[in-house]
Every structure is written in structure tokens, then in C-alpha cells.
């Protein structure tokens, strides 16, 4: 079974810049969720999908971070402007159904430095 | 949901069983006990989730005593690829998979 794909794996950019990021589910999952893992933390829940619709999005700086999974599969979540607290591996994780404590499955994350 | 209180880092031997101790005096009645491990440059991947007393699978097990304020991962004979970042999490069964991470527990095992 394949695993969460993400790409790309590390990203540098400038500070005011655009930066999107994409993650391919495992199949079947219906559930989706974005992370943000800052260096030395725990991953914070970002977002969280069901199908193509957004189910939990109150930790999701919304001035700047966007995301959308307009077919129910695929995800990208995009920052715009960027600035130098971005830095952060950025985790892509799913789940078969939606529970509390179900098992997630997660993506080698997309590592972002924001100069 | 419940906060988790776990050490911040523990070091041990190749060979030996390694206990991580997990605080969460909150704990309410429908919430599951989950574990995480997270290598470097890798998402965290499950390790074993339960309830109550005690839960074992082929990698580690979990024990919870009977007031639940607590819960402790075991690791048998660890060895160096057991280096890691171990995370506790709490959460309600149904409430929409929500996981809560903390800093977690960073094990370092030596040879």
C-alpha cells in the first residue's frame, strides 16, 4: 500500500514570497489533514478535511495560509505572503474514517525556510 | 481535550526495556490513549493506542492503570533504530480526529 506522498521535500524562499505545497492521500482515505511542525515542537493540526470539505480550520493563519482538496483526494495548501515564523516542516497526514485517536498516517512532510 | 504531560528526554542502552510515563489527569471518559513515534526528517507514524489496562502489539505495549490518570509505553529491548521522538496523545473517540500533539519524549538509545 502506498503511502501520504508530499512534494517537494525542502523549499527555501524569501520572506514575502508564495509557497504551495501538495499531498496525494493514501487511497481511500477520506480524511486529510495539514500539520505544522515548527523545530523542537510537536505538530500542530493546521487543518483538517473530509472529503473536499473542510471540517476543522480554527489553528489555520487565514491573512496568509490557504488550502483547498477540491476533489476530495488531493491536497495543496498554499502561504502568501510568507514571513520567517513560516519555517516549519509542514506534515500531510490521513485517515480512513474521521475519529478521535484513529490511526493517521502521515507524509515525510515538506521542510519550509523562509529567508 | 486532556493536556499530556510526558518527560521531556530519556536516554538508555541498547538491550534494555525502556518505560515512557504519561501524565494526563484530565482524562475524560470517552477518550482513547494513542502513541506516536517520529524519527528524524520522517512524519510521526502509530505505535499503539488503548483504553484501559493493558494493550500489546508486536512493537511495544501500553499499560493503564485503572483511573486512566496516567499511561505508560514499554519498549522491550530497545535497540539504536528505537531513537526517536515519542509522542502521548489523548483524545475522544468521536470527536472528529482531532490529535493534539505535545513536545513529546526524545529517547536516545546508546550502544
Known amino acids: 500500500e502506498a503511502g501520504v506522498a508530499q512534494s517537494p521535500r525542502y523549499k527555501i524562499i524569501e520572506k514575502r514570497q508564495s509557497v504551495a505545497f501538495w499531498c496525494n492521500p493514501i487511497s481511500g482515505h477520506a480524511t486529510l489533514y495539514w500539520y505544522q511542525q515548527i523545530l523542537g515542537q510537536g505538530p500542530k493540526l493546521l487543518i483538517q478535511?473530509?472529503?473536499?470539505?473542510?471540517?476543522?480550520d480554527s489553528q489555520l493563519p487565514k491573512d496568509r495560509f490557504s488550502a483547498e482538496r477540491l476533489k476530495g483526494v488531493d491536497s495543496t495548501l498554499k502561504i502568501q505572503p510568507a514571513k520567517l515564523e513560516d519555517s516549519a516542516v509542514y506534515l500531510c497526514a490521513s485517515s480512513l474514517v474521521p475519529r478521535g485517536g484513529e490511526t493517521q498516517y502521515f507524509g515525510p512532510g515538506t521542510r519550509l525556510l523562509v529567508l | 481535550l486532556a493536556k499530556t504531560t510526558q518527560p521531556i528526554s530519556m536516554d538508555s542502552y541498547e538491550g534494555q526495556e525502556v518505560n515512557i510515563t504519561c501524565s494526563h489527569n484530565n482524562i475524560a471518559t470517552n477518550d482513547y490513549i494513542t502513541w506516536y513515534q517520529q524519527f528524524p526528517s520522517q512524519g510521526p507514524r502509530f505505535i499503539i493506542q488503548g483504553y484501559k489496562t493493558k494493550v500489546t502489539n508486536e512493537v511495544a505495549s501500553l499499560f493503564i492503570p485503572a483511573d486512566r490518570k496516567s499511561s505508560t509505553l514499554s519498549l522491550p529491548r530497545v535497540s539504536l533504530s528505537d531513537t526517536a521522538v515519542y509522542y502521548c496523545l489523548v483524545g475522544e473517540v468521536n470527536q472528529g480526529g482531532k490529535l493534539i500533539f505535545g513536545q513529546g519524549t526524545e529517547l536516545s538509545v546508546k550502544p
Open positions: 478535511f473530509q472529503n473536499n470539505g473542510v471540517v476543522d
